[in-house]
């Protein structure tokens, strides 16, 4: 079995030209898990993106001198995958 974490935090995100130029900071995390059985036939993996469901800015486009185009985190995302090797 294998698992992962990884956690980041910052206490200000700069940003230019935006919100004057600061953002609130934040904590995100990312946790998985997978498992092999014995025999390498089958793979379970699972994982959990944005754990925290933090809502923050990951990139700021400037489209024109007064216009902006802001990108946010994807939500809290969970999932599980199974493969089978025959």
């Known amino acids: 079995m294998t698992l992962t974490a990884n956690v980041s935090y910052q206490s200000v995100v700069l940003l230019r030209s935006v919100q004057g130029d600061r953002a609130a900071g934040l904590c995100a995390a990312e946790l998985a ?3 092999l059985s014995p025999d390498r036939r089958y793979n ?3 994982f959990c ?3 925290t469901n933090e809502t923050y800015i990951t990139s700021v486009t400037e489209d024109y001198p ?3 185009l802001t990108h946010y985190a ?3 995302t969970v999932g ?3 493969k089978v090797h025959l």
Request: hydrophobic fraction near 45%; include cysteine; charged fraction near 30%.
């Open 44 to 46: 379970l993996s699972v």
């Open 74 to 76: 994807e939500p809290r």
């Open 49 to 51: 993106d944005n754990c």
């Open 80 to 82: 599980v995958e199974l």
């Open 66 to 68: 007064e216009a902006f």
């Open 33 to 35: 898990g997978a498992w």
